[in-house]
């Protein structure tokens, strides 16, 4: 695109440009993600027809390493069935969330796949990808621009008219995200997404509600706030699976409550992979998967676990020492 033809769009249409910047730029990490965690994927990945028939994620002896030579994942192999809480506990630098990355399509295996509803998901266009899988961590990004710009940035464009499908049950419950209320359209959905992460009461004392300037040199939002912002830019991308990488956070313990509140609503009917950097957290999960060294060394119930007595019992017992 020329100079001119550049300035033009910014004028006519920024948040359709800054939209297909958003896209390239997760085209190219992802791109960059292949490069450097894959030497024999095709370089045709990216195959429009490979449209996931399901929601169950898999992945199949995978083998995966930042470096040639030295793999991070070896021979890891688990199931995800639609709605099931996942918590992969383990060692610190044992592999949690690298796994996470490569779940969430971030990475690609270097072997073994990784699908999701049966279609591989390096071979997925990123956009694909996102609109099924999201990774949830504790970078949250507060753009440049109006609050608007911030939340429009999780709504493909297809998604900027009336949309007629929610995945969550937060959406749902919070004045209809996703479901294409008539009474609103796209003005309405970041509303409600505001609302069902408790952030609609700040956002509306803003001096010019939505419109109002945030990120560096604009309104300043305190870390809890640029987190709800994260949080409601998820309720709109409404993907059914999350990679929660969870958050040591450097909140007040008041603020952390809430935002803990805020974030069960978000998790409430998806799928949930949480990588438990804190073993308390996985107490509750469907399923445990440990991983040591690279490997899933277990994988189960926490009860069933601890009466094991393997490496999840032995996690449990340091972490009550
Ligand atoms: P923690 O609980 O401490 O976060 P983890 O189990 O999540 O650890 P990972 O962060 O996945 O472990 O790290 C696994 C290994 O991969 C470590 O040796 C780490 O140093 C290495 N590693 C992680 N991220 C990168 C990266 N971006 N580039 C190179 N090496 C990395």
């Known amino acids: 695109m020329t100079t001119g033809a550049l300035i033009a769009q910014m004028l006519v249409d920024p948040v359709g440009l800054i939209l297909r910047w958003y896209d390239e730029l997760q085209v190219a990490q992802v791109s960059l993600a292949r490069l450097v965690g894959v030497r024999d994927i095709e370089p045709d990945a990216g195959d429009a027809s490979a449209e996931p028939g399901g929601r169950d994620v898999h992945a199949d002896t995978v083998h995966f390493g930042y470096r040639e030579g030295v793999d991070v994942l070896r021979e890891v192999s688990l199931r995800v069935p639609p709605g099931t809480r996942m918590a992969l506990v383990g060692p610190s630098g044992a592999g949690k969330s690298t796994l996470g990355r490569l779940l969430a399509g971030i990475y690609a295996p270097r072997a073994g796949r990784i699908t999701l509803g049966g279609a591989e998901l390096s071979r997925m266009p990123a956009e694909v990808v996102r609109s099924h899988v999201a990774l949830v961590n504790q970078e949250h990004h507060v753009f440049v621009g109006s609050l608007r710009d911030n939340l429009l940035l999780a709504l493909p464009p297809a998604r900027l008219g009336p949309s007629t499908e929610s995945h969550g049950a937060a959406a749902d419950g919070d004045g209809g995200v996703g479901t294409g209320s008539a009474a609103g359209g796209v003005e309405a959905e970041l509303w409600a997404a505001l609302a069902a992460v408790d952030a609609d009461g700040w956002a509306r004392a803003l001096p010019e509600g939505l419109d109002t300037e945030v990120g560096s040199g604009g309104t300043a939002l305190t870390p809890a706030q640029a987190q709800q912002i994260a949080l409601a830019r998820l309720v709109l991308a409404d993907p059914h699976t999350l990679v929660l990488d969870e958050a040591t956070s450097l909140l007040d313990p008041r603020a952390a409550r809430h935002l803990e509140r805020s974030l069960a609503r978000v998790l409430d ?53």
């Open 269 to 321: 009917g998806r799928t949930v992979v949480a990588i438990a950097h804190r073993l308390h957290t996985a107490h509750d999960a469907d399923v445990i998967a440990v991983v040591e060294n690279g490997r899933i060394s277990e994988l189960g119930g926490h009860d069933e676990l601890v009466t094991a007595g393997g490496p999840y019992a032995a996690l449990w017992r340091s972490w009550h020492g």
